[in-house]
């Protein structure tokens, strides 16, 4: 097994964001067949979600960044996935988040991890805009890119789903002191 061992970890208050590991495999397949997965391509079968999961491992061996399993600092266990998206068929690169089980809802993990993929994409990525292609059904999807300043933009389509899109401003920047 090679690790992506070159990707960046992002620490929060309660988060670990790191490359996603085999380990995280069983809870995204259990997740991709709920019906929660279905504003991420889901639900899929385990070949299907098997498919997607090497398909987010190999963006960060294309592009160099990616979606980050995220994990509860205190126990290790990877919750969901978020970070950074641009493959060919995206209009401009993308925040993404999800939670794989309810049960880690109502908890702020979202927000807490979104708003860490939204400062290091406009920080140590550089990135100078970014959008999150949210389906218009996606209620707390829409929630939470509100929470990070987000504002709907246009409606477009992807893969033949409508979606919105939505537009995150950059963060605020610290003042840099005179010396």
Same mark, same amino acid.
């Given at each position: 097994?090679?690790?992506?061992?070159?990707?960046?970890?992002?620490?929060?208050?309660?988060?670990?964001?790191?490359?996603?590991?085999?380990r995280d495999?069983?809870?995204?397949? &259990?997740?991709?067949?709920?019906?929660r /997965?279905?504003?991420?391509? !889901?639900?899929? @079968? #385990?070949?299907?979600?098997?498919?997607?999961?090497?398909?987010?491992?190999?963006?960060?061996?294309l592009?160099?960044?990616?979606?980050?399993a995220?994990t509860?600092?205190?126990?290790?266990?990877?919750?969901?996935?978020?970070?950074?998206?641009?493959?060919?068929?995206?209009?401009?690169?993308?925040?993404?988040?999800?939670?794989?089980?309810?049960a880690?809802?109502?908890?702020?993990?979202?927000?807490?991890? &979104?708003f860490?993929?939204?400062?290091? /994409?406009?920080?140590?990525? !550089?990135?100078? @805009? #970014?959008?999150?292609?949210?389906?218009?059904?996606?209620?707390?999807?829409?929630?939470?890119?509100?929470?990070?300043?987000?504002a709907?933009?246009?409606?477009?389509?992807?893969?033949?789903?409508?979606?919105?899109?939505?537009?995150?401003?950059?963060?605020?920047?610290?003042?840099?002191?005179?010396?």
């Open positions: 097994m090679i690790l992506l061992s070159g990707a960046p970890v992002l620490n929060t208050l309660r988060l670990t964001l790191r490359a996603p590991e085999e495999l069983p809870g995204f397949i &259990a997740y991709m067949a709920s019906p /997965a279905v504003f991420t391509g !889901g639900p899929a @079968t #385990a070949s299907g979600a098997f498919q997607t999961f090497a398909t987010v491992i190999g963006h960060w061996v592009r160099g960044y990616g979606l980050f995220v509860l600092t205190e126990t290790g266990e990877a919750i969901g996935l978020a970070g950074h998206l641009n493959p060919p068929a995206w209009p401009e690169p993308e925040l993404a988040w999800n939670l794989w089980d309810p880690h809802e109502g908890y702020g993990y979202a927000s807490e991890a &979104a860490a993929i939204r400062d290091h /994409a406009f920080g140590a990525l !550089g990135w100078n @805009t #970014a959008i999150s292609m949210i389906a218009r059904d996606n209620h707390r999807s829409m929630a939470l890119a509100r929470r990070l300043g987000a709907p933009e246009r409606d477009d389509e992807i893969f033949g789903k409508p979606m919105t899109i939505w537009r995150h401003p950059r963060a605020p920047q610290p003042e840099k002191q005179d010396e």
